[in-house]
């Protein structure tokens, strides 16, 4: 199972920028990657998701302000954030999917306050 490790949260201003790395412990090819987030007493929901062919998703409230890239060769997913509100505060989940495995990462604590 690919095991899937985040990095880059932190605090930041609103109006700001962030930028998510998630590293893979195997190939990320052939597999769907995404960013999810869990804000302060809501459910986890999809921000951002990256099909194997380079197709995109994102939620309606994100769109325009980040968006998702990835690297196969070095197995990585990557989610940039800009013009941060403080709406944006949550826990950051990397998630990949393929076939019918999928795994999630421990999850990165963004904040966004002045």
């Known amino acids: 199972q690919v095991q899937l490790v985040e990095s880059g949260g932190g605090l930041v201003q609103p109006g700001g920028s962030l930028r998510l790395s998630c590293a893979a412990s195997g190939s990320i090819r052939f597999n769907a990657m995404a960013w999810y987030r869990q804000r302060p007493g809501k459910q986890r929901e999809l921000v951002a998701v990256m099909s194997s062919d380079y197709n995109t998703h994102y939620a309606d409230s994100v769109k325009g302000r980040f968006y998702i890239s990835r690297d196969n060769a070095k197995n990585t997913v990557n989610l940039q954030m800009n013009s941060l509100k403080p709406e944006d505060t949550a826990v950051y989940y990397c998630?990949?999917?393929?076939?019918?495995?999928?795994?999630w990462g421990q999850g990165t604590q963004v904040t966004v306050s002045s």
């Open positions: 998630w990949q999917g393929g076939g019918t495995v999928e795994s």
